[in-house]
């Protein structure tokens, strides 16, 4: 029988590129995300392997409808991948918009928890070998102007992680985070609302990490023997270096 992943976010950017990595070599894919017409595009690309169902993250009944919707020949679940999620807004508080807040906690957060939830009997029916990989980020432990809420999700993540494997512990699902830093995507044009241009600039005089990079991450993961779990994996691409805080001086205070 052939192993199963289940993607979120699977319409775009790292979830896409998983979907094809694990599809090209012999995985069979549940491909999700809101965009019909890019999940059909998967299908088409692989018949045989890829198994599209329109999902919202932020509403728990689609999330239990897309599970139910699983055909039988996509069943017990390998993997999870919860990667679908966002960032709204660039400002820092508190010239925020509200919406953006409550949007990114329904998908990052609610959206990943809910999604987890639905899975965990698929996934326990294979029990050794399975694996659950949570996309955070390293904004959960690199503060920046404008990373507020959309960092928090992502601490969320960090933490819901280690605690989920304390709950799954005997079961033999591994659990990983998995920490990308700066990667070419479409998530600086959804945080912009729309302005691809701006997500082209982001990337154009630098070296990002790409989509396929993050999907062979997974694929390590997922393929790891079963008796190892990487709790936490921080990625970024070598033109980006952390850095120690920042010191003001005393003329740079405004009060
Ligand atoms: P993209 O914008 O390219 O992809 C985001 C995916 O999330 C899309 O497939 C989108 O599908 C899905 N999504 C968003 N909202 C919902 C929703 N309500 N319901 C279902 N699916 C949803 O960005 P990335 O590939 O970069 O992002 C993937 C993950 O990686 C995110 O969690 C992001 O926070 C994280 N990340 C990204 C980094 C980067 O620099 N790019 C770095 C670190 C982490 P659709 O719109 O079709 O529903
Ligand atoms: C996305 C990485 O640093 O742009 O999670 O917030 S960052």
Same mark, same amino acid.
């Given at each position: 029988?052939?192993?199963?992943?289940?993607?979120? =976010? +699977?319409?775009?950017?790292?979830?896409?590129?998983?979907?094809?990595? %694990? #599809?090209?070599? *012999?995985?069979? $894919?549940?491909?999700?995300?809101?965009?019909?017409?890019?999940?059909?595009?998967?299908?088409?690309?692989?018949?045989?392997?890829?198994?599209?169902?329109?999902?919202?993250?932020?509403?728990?009944?689609?999330?239990?409808?897309?599970?139910?919707?699983?055909?039988?020949?996509?069943?017990?679940?390998?993997?999870?991948?919860?990667?679908?999620?966002?960032?709204?807004?660039?400002?820092?508080?508190?010239?925020?918009?509200?919406?953006?807040?409550?949007?990114?906690?329904?998908?990052?957060?609610?959206?990943?928890?809910?999604?987890?939830?639905?899975?965990?009997?698929?996934?326990?029916?294979?029990?050794? =070998? +399975?694996?659950?990989?949570?996309?955070?980020?390293?904004?959960?432990? %690199? #503060?920046?102007? *404008?990373?507020? $809420?959309?960092?928090?999700?992502?601490?969320?993540?960090?933490?819901?992680?280690?605690?989920?494997?304390?709950?799954?512990?005997?079961?033999?699902?591994?659990?990983?985070?998995?920490?990308?830093?700066?990667?070419?995507?479409?998530?600086?044009?959804?945080?912009?609302?729309?302005?691809?241009?701006?997500?082209?600039?982001?990337?154009?005089?630098?070296?990002?990490?790409?989509?396929?990079?993050?999907?062979?991450?997974?694929?390590?993961?997922?393929?790891?023997?079963?008796?190892?779990?990487?709790?936490?994996?921080?990625?970024?691409?070598?033109?980006?270096?952390?850095?120690?805080?920042?010191?003001?001086?005393?003329?740079?205070?405004?009060?």
């Amino acid at each position: 029988m052939k192993p199963v992943i289940f993607i979120t =976010g +699977a319409t775009s950017g790292f979830g896409a590129a998983t979907t094809r990595h %694990f #599809a090209s070599n *012999g995985w069979k $894919v549940i491909a999700t995300g809101r965009r019909r017409e890019r999940l059909a595009e998967l299908e088409a690309q692989f018949p045989e392997f890829v198994h599209g169902i329109e999902m919202d993250l932020t509403h728990h009944e689609s999330i239990k409808a897309a599970v139910k919707a699983i055909p039988e020949n996509f069943q017990p679940v390998t993997c999870l991948f919860n990667n679908g999620g966002l960032a709204l807004g660039t400002n820092p508080i508190p010239d925020i918009d509200p919406a953006h807040w409550r949007t990114m906690v329904e998908t990052n957060i609610m959206g990943l928890i809910h999604t987890t939830l639905e899975l965990l009997p698929l996934l326990k029916q294979v029990g050794r =070998g +399975a694996s659950i990989v949570n996309v955070g980020s390293i904004a959960q432990r %690199f #503060a920046y102007p *404008g990373g507020n $809420v959309y960092g928090a999700t992502k601490a969320f993540v960090h933490q819901f992680s280690a605690n989920l494997r304390t709950d799954t512990m005997g079961t033999g699902i591994r659990v990983t985070a998995l920490e990308p830093g700066h990667a070419k995507s479409e998530f600086t044009a959804v945080r912009t609302g729309g302005d691809f241009e701006a997500n082209e600039k982001m990337y154009a005089d630098n070296d990002p990490l790409m989509p396929e990079d993050i999907a062979q991450t997974v694929w390590w993961l997922a393929n790891l023997p079963a008796h190892v779990n990487v709790n936490v994996i921080e990625v970024m691409p070598v033109c980006q270096v952390p850095q120690r805080p920042v010191i003001l001086k005393r003329e740079e205070f405004s009060a």
